[in-house]
């Protein structure tokens, strides 16, 4: 397993923070994109919140023509799932957990930590937050699906089988349809977890009704 920490960019709404949220971009994007939303969000009532926002490894993606940019596993073709880049995805797993242990390292027990993630980051908190080892706060999971979906009933933890799991989606999204999330969470629920789903007439993006929402989640799974 690498040592090498991933470089995040990280911002607190207190000076002693009790709780995290590790927060992951999308194909092509860094940790910037979802920091602004951290202003927007209403946390009247939480704890102090460090919430730290990964970069991902520039690697070449196969979908873009091999193009270098930053993602957290290949993506071999538009329907995501046919074929899969299942050593990308662990690797990245094993790096979102280095960011969890750091965090429990700092004082930062896992019940009081939420993973988060648009899009590719979504998969990735999907794909590492179920098999996390110790229960965590919460999984939200914006735009995204589950990867590798036939291993999770093998390797999931039973730690996070009743962990919150915040699911949110738009109906006009082109890039991941809808119909991957909903076949996403579909299977979830087969195994017995317990989805708050979302959907919003809005494509591949987040909107203010959505931002209300994760507000009124993040406050209840962390008061």
């Known amino acids: 397993m690498s040592t090498h920490l991933l470089e995040t960019i990280e911002v607190a709404t207190a000076d002693q923070p009790t709780a995290s949220v590790i927060w992951m971009h999308g194909l092509g994007a ?3 994109d979802f920091l602004p939303i951290v202003r927007e969000l209403d946390l009247s009532g939480c704890p102090g919140i460090r919430f730290i926002f990964p970069n991902a490894e520039p690697i070449p ?11 957290w596993y290949d993506i071999f073709g538009m329907d995501l799932v046919r074929r899969e880049d299942e050593a990308g995805l662990r690797k990245s797993q094993q790096s979102i957990e280095q960011l969890i242990a750091r965090e429990n390292e700092r004082g930062i027990a896992s019940e009081n930590i939420v993973i988060a993630g648009f899009s590719q980051g979504c998969a990735m908190t999907l794909q590492t937050g179920l098999r996390h080892q ?11 699906y589950l990867p590798i979906a036939a291993t999770l009933a093998a390797e999931r933890s039973s730690a996070n089988q009743q962990t ?5 989606h738009g109906r006009g999204d082109p890039v ?5 999330a909903e076949a996403s969470r579909d299977l979830m629920l ?16 987040v909107c203010e009704e959505e931002i209300d929402d994760i507000g009124r989640w993040l ?5």
């Open 164 to 168: 919150p799991i915040f699911m949110a």
């Open 190 to 205: 087969g195994l017995g977890y317990s989805i708050d789903w979302h959907e919003y007439a809005m494509p591949h993006s």
């Open 61 to 71: 993606v196969t979908v873009n023509g091999g193009y270098v940019m930053r993602a």
């Open 219 to 223: 406050r209840r799974v962390l008061a």
């Open 176 to 180: 991941v349809t809808i119909d991957r």
């Open 134 to 144: 110790h229960t965590l706060a919460g999984l939200l999971c914006l735009s995204g």
């Open 30 to 32: 860094d940790g910037n």
